[in-house]
Each structure stands twice: as structure tokens, then as C-alpha cells.
């Protein structure tokens, strides 16, 4: 059996980006559920909190739209540092069954950390 878990991101700084999700949502959920028939966890990323002056879409836009479709909501900065995406993954295992008892051990999440800090630990460089 596989347990699959969707990751859906949003920018908070477009509101078409936020106006298709329901339909989004509703195909992907029609799409997955119709063939296994079980309930796909589903978690709504809104992306780009630190820009917080091009911010179109609220944060209680975002909750009541994930709460009416089901879903999980965050918001994070990529731009920011990693601890944010990591919720979100984190969030993510928590949405299987099988997951809670591996992160309640704490050996499925030290990967996670492990891949984020790689990821997005790394000391930036502007360049001009």
C-alpha cells in the first residue's frame, strides 16, 4: 500500500494562485481517492510570509479555504530560514498513520532535518 501525501503551494502574493486551488484540489482528490478510495492528505503551503507589503491573500483566507477543502494550511518563507518548510514536512508525516509512531521515535524526522539543513542552511551569496 502506498501513502501518499501532497504538498500544495500557493504564493500569498497572487490571488490567482490562490482562486484555482479549490479546483485544484477537487481534480487531485478525484483523481487520487477514485482509485485507491482512500482519503489523500492534502496541505496547503502559502509561500512568501516575508513579504508582508505584497501580501494579497490572508492567513485566515488561507486556514478557512484549507479547513473547507480538508486540508492542512502553512505558511512559509523560502527566503527565510529552512525551520518553516520543515513544519511542513513535518506536518506531512504526521497526515500517515505509519509515520506518527516513526517520528514519535525520532528517526524519520532526523532525516528530514538532515535534508533541510543541506538544503536550505547553506550561507547565501548575492551576486550583482
Given at each position: 500500500?502506498?501513502?501518499?501525501?501532497?504538498?500544495?503551494?500557493?504564493?500569498?502574493?497572487?490571488?490567482?494562485?490562490?482562486?484555482?486551488?479549490?479546483?485544484?484540489?477537487?481534480?487531485?482528490?478525484?483523481?487520487?481517492?477514485?482509485?485507491?478510495?482512500?482519503?489523500?492528505?492534502?496541505?496547503?503551503?502559502?509561500?512568501?510570509?516575508?513579504?508582508?507589503?505584497?501580501?494579497?491573500?490572508?492567513?485566515?483566507?488561507g486556514r478557512l479555504l484549507a479547513l473547507s477543502l480538508d486540508c492542512g494550511f502553512y505558511e512559509v518563507s523560502a527566503a527565510e530560514a529552512y525551520h518553516g518548510a520543515l513544519m511542513v514536512f513535518h506536518g506531512l508525516a504526521k497526515l500517515i498513520p505509519d509515520t506518527k509512531l516513526a517520528l514519535k521515535k525520532g528517526t524519520g524526522i532526523r532525516g528530514i532535518v538532515k535534508t533541510m539543513s543541506a538544503v536550505f542552511g547553506r550561507k547565501r551569496t548575492d551576486s550583482l
Amino acid at each position: 500500500m502506498e501513502n501518499h501525501r501532497l504538498g500544495i503551494p500557493v504564493d500569498i502574493c497572487d490571488r490567482a494562485s490562490f482562486n484555482i486551488l479549490p479546483l485544484k484540489i477537487q481534480f487531485i482528490k478525484a483523481a487520487k481517492e477514485g482509485q485507491s478510495q482512500e482519503k489523500v492528505p492534502i496541505v496547503i503551503v502559502g509561500n512568501k510570509r516575508d513579504l508582508h507589503h505584497q501580501r494579497v491573500v490572508s492567513s485566515e483566507e488561507g486556514r478557512l479555504l484549507a479547513l473547507s477543502l480538508d486540508c492542512g494550511f502553512y505558511e512559509v518563507s523560502a527566503a527565510e530560514a529552512y525551520h518553516g518548510a520543515l513544519m511542513v514536512f513535518h506536518g506531512l508525516a504526521k497526515l500517515i498513520p505509519d509515520t506518527k509512531l516513526a517520528l514519535k521515535k525520532g528517526t524519520g524526522i532526523r532525516g528530514i532535518v538532515k535534508t533541510m539543513s543541506a538544503v536550505f542552511g547553506r550561507k547565501r551569496t548575492d551576486s550583482l
